[in-house]
């Protein structure tokens, strides 16, 4: 149990294109997902939180113009990226938060590895 | 004062051996700490948890064992296998803060045959 997946796994997208990852808990609900960014050999960076049904905080220094998230159900959060940059490259991580049973505590999904060109 | 400082940054291990990794943190209102592994192009995964209220938790090989006076925190690897070769992140939680995980900056752990 407790499964999260993300999709794509990897996506490669031109400069000034808008790239949509999607984070889905495939058997639990997840009242709120969080998204991080991972930079080679560093630390999670959490970019924002984001609750089923209302807007996602974002972390100081996080431009929410262009990292759209959108929680729309509670299985269900997206990201996009827009009009992304070569500096936007990064690894990508979603996680979802479990509340009860077998699925308490914070549980992440496989990662998107986004390259911009 | 939301930061998790650890240590040691890499970490070389003989097989058989035994692996610690620490973890120390300021904010007392931190309630979950949670250790996660991380393979290459992977997400991570949670790998033993612990809440302040208990000193050592075991799990197979892997023990968290916690000095809430000394605000710190470690995770012990018994047995060492090449295939624990992997990053290792500390983290910490506020109850009340809705699961935000505080990351520490991780420890890379190559277990050699």
């Known amino acids: 149990g407790a499964v999260v997946s993300q999709h794509p796994s990897r996506v490669i997208c031109k400069s000034g294109t808008s790239v949509k990852i999607e984070c889905r808990s495939l058997d639990f609900q997840a009242t709120t997902m969080f998204w991080y960014r991972q930079f080679p050999k560093q630390s999670l960076m959490l970019m924002a939180t984001?609750?089923?049904?209302?807007?996602?905080?974002?972390e100081q220094g996080v431009e929410k113009d262009k990292f759209l998230i959108n929680h729309a159900s509670l299985t269900l959060s997206t990201l996009t990226v827009t009009s992304a940059h070569p500096e936007d490259s990064s690894f990508y991580i979603c996680?979802?938060?479990?509340?009860?049973?077998?699925?308490?505590?914070?549980?992440f999904g496989p990662g998107t590895r986004l390259t911009v060109t | 004062q939301q930061q998790v400082k650890q240590s040691p940054q890499s970490l070389i291990v003989q097989k058989g051996g035994i692996s610690i990794i620490n973890c120390a943190y300021e904010n007392t209102a931190f309630d979950y700490f949670p250790w996660y592994q991380q393979f290459p192009g992977k997400g991570p995964a949670l790998l033993i948890a612990i809440r302040p209220d208990v000193s050592e938790k075991k799990e197979g090989r892997f023990t968290i064992s916690f000095n809430k006076s000394a605000k710190q925190f470690s995770l012990h690897i018994m047995d060492s296998q090449p295939g624990d070769s992997a990053t290792y992140f500390c983290a910490a939680s506020i109850k009340n803060q809705g699961g935000k995980l505080i990351f520490g900056q991780g420890t890379e752990l190559s277990v050699k045959p």
């Open positions: 984001s609750n089923e049904g209302s807007k996602a905080t974002y």
């Open positions: 996680s979802a938060r479990g509340t009860s049973g077998r699925a308490r505590g914070q549980y």
